[in-house]
């Protein structure tokens, strides 16, 4: 019995592709793990963790004061009272540990991928490394567009809205805390095309699904913005609105790139 040479290349290349599937979907490293060598593993990553915010958090505790003075910036020379004993000893001690997390968080990105690096496939290994680099600089673009853009924008419209009737004199405790929740969430936000990029690397929904939403991402991008925004005036919601629109398409647009 012959078969034709478009047979036998239809045979090769689907022969081809199912190994090279299968190779792709192989766990390279499969390790029988009982569930307590998981959770053994699973409090050695975290304890190193912990060590390494620790170590980070000192060393800014060491320098917090011009730390402090970075962020005093956006408030335009507004004057800051401590309204209690020791109120700036604590602040300091808030600067220092959300500092110290951003320094350490490229050591915890490396322990968490550690950790499920065993579990998974060559395939979603090959996601791995622009998945991490990419929610790493996302971040600290979250980062910076707060500090440039939301927090100077929300404390200049506090600052004109009540400038010819109140004095301002701010709390330093609360201006902190207004000003790390709005850097931290924002840096959040930013992680929307990373999880759109997921999910459709991994199939579960497809950029034309994705695209089909518009109307309610733009209804959530608007909640979104209200809900993460510590102030309540309209310019910082409408910008981080604005933010979380142009994150999602963008991520619309990244896992078209891909194909999917």
């Not at 207004?178 to 997921?198: D, E, H, Y």
């Not at 991008?221 to 310019?235: C, I, K, W």
Request: charged share 15%; net charge negative; hydrophobic share 50%.
């Amino acid at each position: 019995m012959t078969t034709s040479p478009d047979t036998d290349t239809a045979i090769d290349n689907e022969g081809y592709g199912d190994s090279d599937i299968n190779s792709l979907d192989e766990l390279p490293d499969e390790v029988e793990m009982s569930l307590f060598d998981h959770l053994e593993e699973l409090r050695k990553r975290i304890f190193y963790s912990l060590i390494a915010i620790a170590l980070s958090a000192v060393g800014c505790f060491i320098a917090v004061k011009p730390l402090v003075k970075l962020l005093e910036v956006p408030a335009q020379g507004i004057k800051f009272l401590q309204l209690a004993p020791g109120e700036f000893f604590f602040v300091s001690f808030k600067v220092a540990g959300y500092t110290g997390l951003v320094l350490a968080s490229p050591f915890i990105l490396y322990q968490i991928v550690q950790f499920v690096l065993p579990g998974l496939t060559r395939k979603e290994r090959r996601l791995l490394a622009p998945i991490v680099f990419g929610s790493s600089i996302l971040f600290l673009v979250g980062l910076v567009f707060a500090y440039l853009l939301l927090i100077p924008a929300a404390l200049n419209f506090f600052i004109n809205y009540g400038a010819d009737v109140v004095e301002q004199s701010w709390s330093i405790e609360k201006y902190f805390e207004f000003v790390l929740s709005l850097l931290f969430l924002t840096g959040i936000a930013f992680q929307i095309p990373i999880v759109q990029t997921l999910l459709g690397a991994l199939g579960i929904v497809s950029s034309a699904q994705m695209l089909a939403g518009w109307r309610s991402v733009i209804l959530g991008s608007v909640v979104l913005g209200a809900v993460l925004t510590p102030s309540t005036d309209p310019l910082t919601q409408t910008l981080l609105a604005g933010a979380v629109l142009f994150l999602y398409f963008g991520g619309i647009g990244l896992v078209k790139l891909l194909g999917k």
